[in-house]
């Protein structure tokens, strides 16, 4: 009797480590890398739960989420508008901002650069961006108190 209990119990513990395994085995290969392609065309499926002895009237559509694409990495590149408004805002650039990196611009960085010490190659760059960025958006100066 001790011998057949004994072997029983064997035989779960075998069952059950084998079991486990297998969940295991399954667990690393979902967790495998995915590319960028692969997530981007991820479709989901909604199924509802059908109720107890009420047969489903139609299978759910399946819908493909699109997922939208990530910035690019690295640092931020700003717009032609944003330096415009940004060199006004400082002071250096009268012209109109359109959004177009002309003669006037670029003399206006260069300009901005020179006043900042900072090379003066007419581009903007880290460092330039660095600083022109905080005159994109002013701090409104405050009323004047009329006595």
Do not use: H
Request: with cysteine; proline share 10%.
């Amino acid at each position: 009797m001790k011998k057949f209990v004994f072997i029983t119990l064997a035989l779960v513990m075998i069952i059950y480590l084998t079991g486990c395994g297998k969940k295991q085995q399954s667990l690393e290969e979902m967790q495998e890398p995915m590319s960028m392609e692969e997530l981007g065309t991820l479709s989901t499926q909604a199924k509802p739960a059908p109720e107890p002895n009420i047969p489903a009237a139609q299978p759910a559509p399946v819908t493909e989420t699109k997922l939208e694409s990530l910035p690019p990495a690295g640092p931020y590149k700003p717009t032609a508008q944003e330096i415009q408004t940004a060199l006004k805002n400082a002071g250096f650039y009268t012209g109109l901002i359109d959004g177009k990196l002309g003669p006037l611009s670029k003399k206006a960085i260069q300009e901005f650069q020179k006043a900042n010490n900072l090379d003066s190659d007419g581009k903007v760059g880290l460092k330039t961006w660095g600083v022109l960025s905080q005159y994109l958006n002013p701090l409104p100066t405050p009323a004047k108190n009329k006595r």
